[in-house]
DNA sequence: AAGGTAACCTGACTGC
DNA sequence: TGCAGTCAGGTTACCT
């Protein structure tokens, strides 16, 4: 379901709603998760306040004096909240309650069909900034945040040199820069005119410049649009996001490419379907 | 050590 | 109506 903007609408949500709560009360359904869930910690952290809501690569960091809550969406996660009154469904796994400032109470209700999903618990006495948060909670997040200045084109040509594997895949991994997923993968190097299969370590600097730039945009524009649902994707207010209506190769194989109009072609990369135009990427 | 593959899950959809 | 097959926004353990 998420990539980073999909994360990002969710984290900003949650932090509007739950600004000022205290946590209350938390329950498991037992379901086995990616990860165990962190039962004695979050028993633990009950009656702490939510002091922030972030985000590092694709997980929602749930801010607490003691530590952090790590939640990764995984392919079918969804995070909202919900009156406390408001009846469980099918998939439910978490429901974490909150006292509210107004002497208001809300669930923050993780739903998980798939459960590639997780919580993950990363306590604060080992970690000091939110670069080695990531670290901790895997491979995935330990690239820069591609809204960091320090991400440019420069940065993705160094760290590419000694890469053969095509250049999808690659970006993909999240070790160089985080939170580009499938979709956002495939628009970014439509955009910058780079073929999906090309080996990351052959793309000349001037065309880096261009992805770096093309990310940045294509992501930011996403969040804007309140992210991407292809089938089931909703922020924490149950809100679907609209840049799916902008997606120009992601989804639309056999359509034509909105530049040269040759039908766009969908191949597979390391099991993902990758649209890509066999025009103008190169 | 980089790079490819299988596995983890459920549900929606397609075609016969 | 049903059944089989395919596909899905992610990550990582385990091979070569």
């Given amino acids: 379901m998420p990539e980073l903007p999909e ?3 969710v984290v900003q949500s949650l ?8 946590l209350a009360a938390a329950r498991f359904s ?3 998760l990616r990860h165990a869930f962190p039962k004695q910690a979050v028993d633990r952290l009950i009656g702490e306040p939510l002091q922030n809501v972030t985000r590092r690569a694709k997980f929602v960091l749930l801010e607490f004096p003691s530590g952090w809550l790590a939640i990764h969406l995984g392919m079918s996660g969804a995070a909202q ?26 669930d923050l209700i993780y739903n998980d069909p ?12 080992q970690v000091n900034d939110l670069q080695s948060v990531g670290a901790l909670l895997g491979e995935s997040a330990t690239g820069i945040e591609p809204f960091d200045p320090h991400f440019t084109g420069q940065l993705l040509f160094e760290k590419s040199r000694s890469i053969r594997a095509a250049i999808k895949p690659w970006l993909m991994q999240g070790s160089t820069v985080v939170g580009v997923g499938n979709i956002y993968a495939c628009e970014a190097l439509y955009a910058s005119g780079i073929h999906p299969a090309r080996a990351a370590g052959a793309v000349s600097l001037a065309r880096y410049d261009r992805l770096a730039t ?5 992501l930011q524009s996403a969040i804007d649009a309140g992210g991407s649902t292809i089938r089931d994707f909703v922020n924490a207010d149950g809100v679907r996001g609209r840049y799916g209506q902008s997606h120009q ?3 639309r194989e056999g359509t034509p490419c909105p530049t040269c109009k040759r039908p766009i072609r969908r191949m597979i990369q390391q099991q993902r379907s990758t649209f890509y135009c066999y025009g103008c990427q190169r």
């Avoid at 009846?87 to 208001?104: A, I, M, S, W, Y």
């Avoid at 993950?120 to 006495?125: G, M, N, R």
């Avoid at 093309?214 to 294509?218: G, K, L, N, V, Y």
């Fill in 249 to 251: 190769v992601y989804g």
């Fill in 81 to 106: 909240v919900c009156d406390s009154t408001t009846p469980p469904e099918k998939h439910d796994h978490v429901r974490l309650g909150f006292h509210l400032p107004n002497q208001q109470t809300c």
């Fill in 114 to 125: 798939r459960r590639f999903g997780s919580l993950q618990w990363i306590e604060k006495s």
């Fill in 214 to 218: 093309s990310i940045r945009e294509i």
């Fill in 30 to 32: 037992g379901k086995r």
């Fill in 15 to 22: 932090r509007g709603q739950l600004a000022g709560g205290r």
């Fill in 7 to 9: 994360v990002e609408v």
